[in-house]
């Protein structure tokens, strides 16, 4: 067999060396380059500026004892926890919300359809920044101070400061808390797979999700009890001009939040709402004339159909919701763009630090991906 360049597989072989061998050249040039104007300029590249002293205060770190004595890289990771902090819960409100005001939009109300539909083109026609900076500035202009912090039970406080409420002490014994909870989890998706299973094969139901309940709570609680029932509080109180002690639930995470969860709820909304008018209306007309209520009908015969349509598009309004969240360095919310850019200009390890947040946010919005295409594989229709 004679190969020619007219033969199309030839040439298509041709230009993918080509392209790849134009790529990799200009990878080079960009690299080399790169080096020699650092080398002239006597700057130092690498990320061994990641275990020096940071000296960075950080005001909102939930999930790691950080004070600033602590490296750089502490740093960024405290920066990496909020970011991923922000995007999970807003990805749960932000479905929430937005498949209620999608739904909404279908009503036969016609006040909850109009107030619906005004809301989905005020939300997304407005910039996201500047909600963010409306939220951020009614938080902190509108709420009193410490000294006159709203109290509720004097346990909780609200404040300019932000939101103070009481807070477990650490305790070993938490740990088998968290195990029992994991284990909880994994128990309660096993017997969700075997009742599917179980119907698909049988047609008997199962309750499964009042037993996954169960199996949540139930296995935390049995640990909890088990290793000793440790519980002791921390409570916040007023100690000069501020609040010590509790967690703290801060006007700057708490406008980010809101924010990317209103504006992205928007857009989700007139996804769900296309989804279901996708759904042929006589799968709705035939489950209503067994007798089924439209609430059931809603949710065991159109949404599931509806699903085919809607993850796809939803898998996009994830990932902008991860990435939106790099606009918290307005507000002054220590996310990962804040700090590193703060670490930047400290150790003018700019390249490395762009680098970094590169990096991370490639990891979330892959792994985002990733989860969404296999959901929607498994949601798919299989012909048999």
């Not at 937005?98 to 909850?112: F, Y």
């Not at 902190?140 to 004097?154: F, Q, V, Y």
């Not at 928007?266 to 089924?292: D, K, N, T, Y």
């Amino acid at each position: 067999m004679r190969w020619t360049l007219s033969d199309p597989r030839v040439k298509g072989i041709v230009y993918q060396v080509v392209m790849i061998g134009l790529v990799a050249w200009l990878v080079g040039w960009l690299a080399s380059n790169t080096m020699h104007n650092l080398e002239v300029r006597r700057i130092a590249s690498g990320f061994g500026f990641l275990s020096r002293e940071a000296g960075l205060p950080i005001g909102d770190s939930p999930f790691i004892d950080y004070t600033p004595e602590r490296s750089y890289l502490a740093a960024l990771l405290v920066g990496v926890l909020n970011t991923l902090r922000v995007a999970v819960i807003g990805v749960v409100l932000a479905t929430l919300l937005g498949t209620a005001i999608g739904i909404a939009r279908l009503s036969r109300n016609w006040l909850l359809a109009r107030c619906a539909h005004a809301y989905v083109e005020v939300m997304r026609n407005l910039p996201l920044l500047l909600q963010l900076l409306f939220w951020w500035a009614l938080f902190r202009e509108s709420l009193p101070g410490p000294r006159e912090a709203i109290r509720i039970l004097d346990v909780f406080f609200l404040s300019n400061r932000g939101f103070k409420y009481p807070l477990p002490v650490s305790d070993p014994g938490h740990a088998w808390v968290l195990a029992g909870l994991g284990v909880g989890l994994a128990a309660a998706f096993a017997v969700a797979g075997w009742a599917r299973a179980r119907q698909a094969a049988t047609g008997a139901q199962f309750p499964a999700g009042w037993t996954a309940l169960g199996l949540v709570l139930g296995c935390p609680l049995a640990a909890f009890l088990a290793s000793g029932a440790p519980l002791e509080w921390s409570r916040p109180a007023l100690r000069g001009f501020n609040f010590v002690g509790g967690g703290t639930l801060t006007p700057e995470f708490a406008a980010l939040l809101i924010g990317l969860v209103t504006y992205t709820a928007a857009f989700i909304a007139e996804i769900v709402r296309s989804g279901i008018q996708a759904v042929p209306h006589g799968q709705s007309e035939a489950a209503l004339s067994l007798g089924l209520p439209r609430g059931r009908v809603l949710r065991l015969v159109v949404l599931p159909q509806a699903l085919r349509v809607i993850v796809p598009p939803m898998t996009s309004q994830y990932l902008n919701l991860a990435k939106n969240s790099s606009l918290a360095v307005a507000i002054g919310y220590p996310d990962l763009v804040s700090i590193a850019n703060t670490t930047m200009n400290q150790t003018g390890q700019a390249i490395e630090g762009v680098a970094i947040i590169m990096a991370v946010y490639l990891t979330i919005s892959l792994s985002i991906a990733l989860f969404m295409n296999w959901y929607n594989r498994r949601i798919s229709l299989v012909e048999r």
